[in-house]
C-alpha cells in the first residue's frame, strides 16, 4: 500500500458470484478463472470481486478464522493479502512457514469460510512493513541493487517465489484452491519504470507454475501507469478515496491494450496509516469521509467493478514489523497498524463496518442474507502491574564484535533492535560527534554510562552532540532502528547502525566493540545474573512483573508514565510504544495469556515516571511533547 439505484443486472451478477463462493466453501475441484474486457469470469460466469486487505503475519493465527468470518458477515466475497517476505525467510536459505507465516493455512481458512484470495506476495510489499517486506540479509549480498534488472536480486526473488510456490501452488483456483490473482511486484510506477525487471518478473511467476491471471496495481495518473503497467498483464488501480470514476477512467486511458480488462480498485482507502509524532494524531473516519465511502464503493458496484478495502483489518505491526516513511525526516510507523479500518486492531466491527455492510447488503438485496458475526474474543481488564526493575543494558551487555572501524547493523548478521557500538578514549579530546553518514535512526550517546545527548533521524539534519571524553572513558553509542523505509527512492539503501566512520573533534574513532542486540530472547537480560545489576544512572533498565489471571481475553497494555521502549508479554514481542503518541497502549491477544502467572518484560530507553503498567478494556489515543528532542544545528 501506498498512493497517495441497483441495477437488476449487475446484482444478478454479485447473486452469482456470492453463490459460487459459498460453494466454494464446500467444494475444492478445480475452477476457471479467468476475465474479458469487462468481467472477472468465474467457471464462466461473471464475478465481481468484494474484497478487503488483511495480512496474516500482522495477525495471531489463532485469530485468522474469526477475522475471516468477520470479512463474510461484513458482505465480502474476497480478501487481498500481503505475504511478508523478511518473516518467512529471516536468514537467507533458511525458511519459516509455521505460526503468522503459515500462510497456506490461513488461505485454506479463507477458502472454508467462502473467501476468493488475491494474493500479493511482492517481492516488495510497502504496506508500512520494514523494508517492504525485504528481508535485510539482501543488503549484504554484494552488488545487490533491489526493484531493478539487478542479477542478484533477480536470484533471490527467483528463490523466494519457487519457495512460495511449493507453498501455494495447490491453492491456486485451477488447483481447486482459492486464490484467483496474483499480483506482480506493488505500485512500481510509483518507483521507477525498469520494464525489463518488471517484465522478468512475470516470467519467472508464470514459470514457478502461478498460472492464474496476473495482475499490477498503480496509481491513477499517466506517470505512474507508464512504469508500473507490464505487457500481458492485467493492470488495476488504487482508486485511493474520493474519486473512482476519475481513477479509472485514468486506467483505461494510459494502459496498452494488452493489459486492459474489468475493473478493480486495488486499494480503496477506508481511512490512511498512523505515524509516531507529537503532532501525528490517530487516522480515524469522520461521518463525512463515511458518507464517501459508501458512496464510492455503491458506484463501484452498480458500475459493474470491483474493489478491495484498504484497510478491511490492519491488525499489528508486531514485534519490529513496522517500517517507515521519509519525507524530509524519518517517520516511523506505529506498532498498532490499525489503519481506521471497518474492523479495528483488536477485531471488533465499529461503526464504519455497519455502514459499509448496510451498502453491500442494499446492492446485493435482502434476499442475500450475509453469515453472522462470530462471538467476540472477551476483553480483560488487568489490575496495576508492579514493574521491578531487574537490569542495566550496560551491565548486561552478550560478547562483542572487534572491529577497527564501526559496520552497520547488517554486516553482523542483525536485521532489528538496537546495536552498542563502544570505544576507549586513547587521550582528552573536546569537540563535536559526528556519525558517519546521517543517523539510523535514533543514537544515544554516553560517557562512562552517562547521557550526553542524542541523534534522531525523525528531527532535521544536521544534528549536534559535543562530548569531552580524557583517557581511558567509555564512549558508548547506543542506536535504535525505528524501522527500514518501505516507501520511496531511499528504499535502496535501508541499512541501521552506523554507517561510515564516527570522529570526535574531526578525529576519526577506531578499535571498537560492537554488541548485536536483536533482543530475540529479553529473559536473558532478566536471569538471576542480571539481578545484581545496578539498575540506577541514565543506561535503558530491562524491568520485570507479573500477573495472574482467572480467565484470558484480549487487552490493550497501558504504557501511560513510560517513555520509549519495547514490551514482551509471556515472550511474544508487542511491539514498541512512545509516549509521543498517537498510540498510547499496546493490543495484547488473548491467545497469547495464560489462566494462572504472566510475566511482562519492559525495556525502557529513558528515565520513567512509571512502575506499574495495567491491562485496560478500553483504548485511547492521544499526543504529547517529546522530552527528549535533539539540537539541531543553526542554518
Not at 46 to 59: E, T, V, W
Not at 205 to 211: E, M, P, Q
Not at 321 to 335: E, F, H, I, K
Request: contains cysteine; charged residues 15%.
Amino acid at each position: 500500500m501506498k498512493f497517495i439505484s441497483v441495477l437488476a443486472t449487475s446484482t444478478a451478477i454479485v447473486f452469482a458470484a456470492f453463490d459460487i463462493v459459498n460453494a466454494a466453501a464446500a467444494s475444492y475441484s478445480s475452477s476457471s478463472f479467468t476475465y474479458n474486457a469487462t468481467d472477472f469470469l468465474l467457471d464462466g460466469k461473471p464475478f465481481q470481486m468484494f474484497a478487503g486487505q488483511m495480512d496474516p503475519q500482522r495477525i495471531p493465527h489463532q485469530y485468522w478464522r474469526d477475522r475471516l468470518q468477520k470479512a463474510r458477515a461484513m458482505g465480502l466475497n474476497s480478501i487481498s493479502s500481503y505475504i511478508f517476505w523478511d518473516q518467512l525467510e529471516t536468514t537467507k536459505g533458511i525458511w519459516n512457514f509455521t505460526g503468522e507465516n503459515n500462510v497456506a493455512q490461513y488461505f485454506k481458512i479463507a477458502q472454508e469460510e467462502g473467501l476468493k484470495i488475491l494474493l500479493r506476495p511482492g517481492s516488495y510489499i510497502c504496506g508500512e512493513h520494514a523494508w517492504g517486506g525485504f528481508p535485510p540479509w539482501l543488503m549484504e549480498e554484494p552488488g545487490m541493487v533491489v526493484r531493478s534488472y539487478n542479477k542478484p536480486f533477480l536470484a533471490a526473488t527467483k528463490a523466494y517465489i519457487t519457495r512460495l510456490a511449493q507453498e501455494l501452488k495447490p491453492l491456486l483456483a485451477s488447483n481447486g484452491g482459492p486464490i484467483v490473482l496474483v499480483q506482480v511486484e506493488n505500485e512500481y510506477g510509483s518507483y521507477s519504470d525498469d520494464h525489463q525487471y518488471t517484465e522478468a518478473l512475470r516470467d519467472m511467476w508464470k514459470a514457478a507454475g502461478f498460472n492464474v491471471p496476473l495482475y499490477t496495481n498503480d496509481g491513477a495518473g499517466q506517470s505512474y501507469l507508464d512504469g508500473g503497467v507490464i505487457p500481458n498483464v492485467l493492470a488495476e488501480v488504487d482508486g485511493g478515496g474520493g474519486d473512482p470514476q476519475a481513477a479509472f477512467a485514468q486506467r483505461n486511458k494510459y494502459t496498452n491494450k494488452s493489459s486492459l480488462g474489468p475493473l478493480l480498485d486495488g486499494e480503496y482507502y477506508t481511512t490512511w496509516l498512523d505515524l509516531w509524532g507529537s503532532d501525528s494524531p490517530h487516522q480515524v473516519t469522520s461521518a463525512s469521509g463515511a458518507k464517501t465511502v459508501m458512496s464510492d464503493l455503491a458506484w463501484i458496484m452498480n458500475n459493474k467493478s470491483s474493489f478491495s478495502l484498504y484497510m478491511f483489518h490492519g491488525g499489528t505491526n508486531f514485534g519490529f514489523q513496522a517500517g517507515a516513511d521519509w519525507s524530509t525526516v524519518l517517520t516511523p510507523v506505529t506498532t498498532s497498524y490499525d489503519y481506521g479500518a471497518p474492523l479495528d486492531e483488536s477485531g471488533r466491527p465499529n461503526k464504519l463496518f455497519y455502514d459499509i455492510q448496510k451498502t453491500i447488503q442494499a446492492y446485493m438485496g435482502n434476499s442475500t442474507v450475509f453469515p453472522s458475526l462470530p462471538k467476540e474474543t472477551p476483553m480483560v481488564a488487568i489490575p496495576s502491574v508492579k514493574m521491578t526493575p531487574m537490569a542495566s543494558l550496560f551491565n548486561s551487555l552478550p560478547q562483542p564484535v572487534k572491529r577497527k572501524q564501526v559496520v552497520n547493523m547488517e554486516a553482523l548478521g542483525q536485521a532489528d533492535g538496537y546495536i552498542l557500538y563502544r570505544t576507549i578514549s586513547s587521550k582528552t579530546t573536546n569537540g563535536t560527534l559526528d556519525l558517519g553518514d546521517y543517523p539510523r535512526d535514533r543514537v544515544l550517546v554516553y560517557v562512562n554510562g552517562k547521557r550526553q545527548g542524542l541523534f534522531d533521524a525523525t528531527y532535521p539534519l544536521p544534528q549536534i552532540v559535543n562530548v569531552n571524553v580524557k583517557p581511558n572513558d567509555v564512549l558508548d553509542l547506543l542506536v535504535e532502528n525505528q524501522g527500514r523505509i518501505n516507501y520511496g527512492p531511499r528504499i535502496p539503501d535501508q541499512r541501521k547502525g552506523i554507517v561510515g566512520n564516527v570522529t570526535l573533534d574531526g578525529n576519526i574513532l577506531e578499535n571498537w566493540s560492537i554488541y548485536s542486540l536483536p533482543l530475540s530472547n529479553p529473559s536473558e537480560f532478566v536471569s538471576s545474573k542480571g539481578k545484581a545489576s545496578n539498575t540506577t544512572g541514565d543506561s535503558p533498565i530491562f524491568y520485570q512483573g507479573h500477573f495472574n489471571l482467572k480467565a484470558v481475553g484480549d487487552t490493550f497494555l497501558d504504557t501511560k508514565g513510560w517513555t520509549k521502549g519495547v514490551v514482551w508479554v509471556n515472550g511474544y514481542n508487542l511491539g514498541r510504544y512512545w509516549m509521543i503518541g498517537p498510540q498510547q497502549q499496546l493490543y495484547l491477544p488473548g491467545c497469547w495469556l495464560h489462566k494462572g502467572q504472566n510475566e511482562i518484560i519492559i525495556f525502557e530507553l529513558e528515565n520513567t515516571n512509571s512502575t506499574t503498567v495495567t491491562g485496560v478494556t478500553t483504548r485511547t489515543w492521544g499526543n504529547n511533547a517529546n522530552p527528549d528532542v535533539p539540537i539541531t544545528k543553526s542554518s
